[in-house]
Each structure stands twice: as structure tokens, then as C-alpha cells.
């Protein structure tokens, strides 16, 4: 297939995944609206901290040296882009945030990458997944639709495409909302109903028994004066007087004999369990301790943010640069800064690598945002250490 035939004309597509990608795959209780269940509490808070916090770190593009050492590239055209500003809307941060609370919601995050005449890379804009159709071509490339006022069609090159699981076709990601669609529901389910409670006044419901059996208009004069009494006025005490042998049978479970409010406890549980994220760090304190709140901060790191800066560095990797340029320059995320421990940790592992003489005193200094000081870049030598096998009389 020729460059020719990758064209950007518009084609009837027909996905086979399609269903499964919006999670229609069987079932009533299939799909979820990512909005509202994104909106729920512990789900929005889980997305809020990831995005926010890789959104935060510093992204840079280095240069690989001769020995391994790498540099910051400022220099290079798209260091701004990731760093400062790429179009004239939006900051770094707000893309990159826009971009991972995309991907923990829809599974797919998309930007439209505008070049010079020269190919490089000087701006991102972001595009709302929504309005993207995905096509793959003959030649296994991919083209874009991107339905709007007016609509465009953009070659793989042009889009920066981030993906949470990928889908069997290998093209789309699966949304984590739809991978686990059925506890979004139960925690949305059990919302409306704490909602119809609140709504209610948690007033209960039950059953007017009498002991023998009354024509129709008695029942409907009946009904009609307990709505008077319970709903219609919030003021009227609670206290109900019956006559004619009539007994009052509740039939409504309250919230605790239902065990409702542990069940809402352990939705949220299952919402953290889906994306990575501690409890703790989720808001929910019930069994946090100070020390396992600061395990938790460390695995929040390690176990849900570095796979994701991962998988948003090796995709920049391949959309932002050429092939050429990846062999000199690659965009990583600096992590270091949120695996920090408090200051007497960070000081003591400092004296280790000082005086074990693998860190000077400016690279330390570079850690702790200092500036360098004259004479810092010498290492220390410990005078009771030497090469094995060298000692004297040996």
C-alpha cells in the first residue's frame, strides 16, 4: 500500500468491538455513564489524585550521553510544549491533567499534535474523546474523525492517542468504568436510594392492617389521610392515631438492619481496589494509622502512578519524537519528588551516599532545589575502604 492511499477522506466504519468497548456486551446492569460515575465521590477523588498528582510532577526531555548520564534538553522544541504551555489555551498542567482524567474515565485521551515545516512538534490541543471515531487502515496505520463544527480527519501521525487496557482489537482502550461496570452500578444504585431516603425524610414505609376487610373508598380515605399525616406536611408530629381495629405493620428495613451504610463502605472499597489507589489516600480513614498511611503514600506511587507515567511516556515517546530522535532524546516523568521520605530520612540517606562517596554535595543540593556551591562537585574517599585485594600484605 502506497502513501498515497492514506488518505483523509471520511469511510463507513463498522467496529465489531464497538459494544463491548462501551461495555454493552450483555446484561441489563452493562453500561455505565462514565459522568455519573465518575461523579460519585471516591471515584471522582481517584481520578482528581492521579491526574493531579502526574500532572504536577515534573515531565522533561532528556538527552542520552555518550556514558549513560542524561540531560535536560531545554533547548528542544517540544521541551515547552510538556513544560510550559502547548497551545495558547491551556498550561502543561491542565493538558496533562485533562489527559489522565480522560483515560480513567473514557480509556481514551486524545490531542491533536501541531508541527512546523520542519516536523517538530510545537503545540498539543486537546480533543474530547467523545467526538473521535477510530478507523484502521489497510496498511495497519489509523486515521481519526473527529466530529465537531467543522469536522477534520486526522492521520495517526497528528493525534497523540492514550490508552488504559487495550481492547482485543488492539486499536481502542477499555474504560475502567466499564471494566467494572457492576460496582459503578451498585455504588450508583445504592446513591439514588440513600437520595429517595433523604428525599423522604427517612420516613418508613408500611401497611394500614384492619381487622376485617373495608370497601374501596374506605381504603382510599384511608391512604388519603396518611399522606395528609406523613408526606404532604414535614411539620405534622409523627404520631398516628388509628381506629376501626387498624394496625400499622412497617415493612421498610432501616439503614443499619439493612447494613446499608457497610455496604456503601465497601463499594468505595471495590472503586479504590479498580483504580490503584489506596484507601487513605482516597479519603477513606477508617482503619489508617500514621504509619500505614505513609506505607500507603509510597505504594500509591510505585503500584498506581509509575505504571501510568509509564504508559504516558513511552506513547509521547512515539507520537512526539521520531525515530531518529529517540535515539538521542526520551520524555520521562520525575517521580522522585513524591517518593521523598520527611527530612531526617532524606538527611540520613544523604550521609550514606556522601559518605559512601558516590554523592557530592551539589548533587545533593541539586535534590533539595539548592543551588550549587563552590567545590561541591568533589566526592568523598573513606579511609578505612579499598580495593579488594589491594590491602597491604595481601
Not at 495558547?88 to 496533562?96: E, G, I, Q, S
Not at 477534520?152 to 474504560?175: N, P, T
Not at 423522604?200 to 394500614?208: C, L, M, N, T
Amino acid at each position: 500500500m502506497t502513501a498515497e492511499d492514506e488518505t483523509r477522506a471520511t469511510v463507513q466504519t463498522s467496529d465489531a468491538y464497538l459494544s463491548e468497548f462501551f461495555g454493552q456486551g450483555g446484561g441489563a446492569l452493562s453500561y455505565v455513564d462514565p459522568a455519573r460515575a465518575s461523579g460519585t465521590a471516591v471515584a471522582h477523588r481517584c481520578v482528581m489524585l492521579i491526574s493531579e498528582l502526574l500532572a504536577s510532577v515534573p515531565l522533561h526531555i532528556y538527552r542520552r550521553g555518550e556514558r549513560g548520564q542524561r540531560d535536560r534538553a531545554a533547548d528542544h522544541p517540544a521541551y515547552s510544549v510538556l513544560h510550559d504551555m502547548p497551545n495558547p489555551m491551556h498550561t502543561a498542567f491542565d493538558l496533562r491533567q485533562s489527559l489522565i482524567a480522560s483515560i480513567l474515565t473514557h480509556g481514551n485521551a486524545y490531542a491533536e499534535i501541531e508541527r512546523n515545516g520542519r516536523g517538530q512538534v510545537t503545540g498539543l490541543h486537546l480533543i474530547d474523546p467523545g467526538t473521535v471515531t477510530v478507523e484502521r487502515l489497510r496498511s495497519g496505520r489509523l486515521r481519526y474523525t473527529v466530529t465537531g463544527s467543522p469536522s477534520k480527519v486526522l492521520l495517526q501521525d497528528e493525534v497523540l492517542h492514550i490508552r488504559y487496557r487495550l481492547a482485543r482489537d488492539g486499536v481502542m482502550g477499555q474504560s475502567p468504568i466499564q471494566i467494572g461496570r457492576e460496582t459503578f452500578n451498585l455504588a450508583l444504585s445504592q446513591n439514588d436510594a440513600a437520595s429517595k431516603q433523604a428525599a423522604k425524610g427517612f420516613r418508613p414505609e408500611g401497611a394500614v392492617v384492619f381487622a376485617q376487610s373495608i370497601n374501596p373508598n374506605q381504603k382510599a380515605d384511608v391512604l388519603d389521610k396518611l399522606r395528609q399525616k406523613i408526606e404532604r406536611n414535614d411539620t405534622t408530629s409523627g404520631v398516628l392515631v388509628l381506629d376501626g381495629g387498624a394496625d400499622w405493620k412497617p415493612f421498610a428495613f432501616s439503614s443499619k438492619d439493612a447494613e446499608f451504610l457497610e455496604s456503601r463502605k465497601l463499594t468505595a472499597l471495590d472503586i479504590c481496589r479498580i483504580y490503584g489507589v489506596p484507601p487513605s489516600a482516597a479519603g477513606i480513614t477508617d482503619n489508617a494509622t500514621y504509619s500505614n498511611i505513609g506505607e500507603e503514600s509510597r505504594a500509591l506511587v510505585q503500584r498506581c502512578l509509575a505504571p501510568m507515567a509509564r504508559r504516558i511516556e513511552q506513547t509521547m515517546n512515539a507520537a512526539l519524537l521520531t525515530e531518529e530522535g529517540r535515539k538521542l532524546f526520551f520524555i520521562e516523568h520525575d517521580l522522585a519528588g513524591l517518593l521523598r521520605g520527611d527530612m531526617a530520612a532524606r538527611y540520613a540517606a544523604y550521609r550514606i551516599g556522601r559518605d559512601g562517596g558516590w554523592l557530592s554535595a551539589n548533587e545533593i543540593r541539586r535534590l533539595e532545589n539548592l543551588p550549587e556551591i563552590e567545590g561541591g562537585d568533589d566526592y568523598l574517599t573513606p579511609l578505612n575502604m579499598a580495593t579488594s585485594g589491594k590491602q597491604e600484605g595481601v
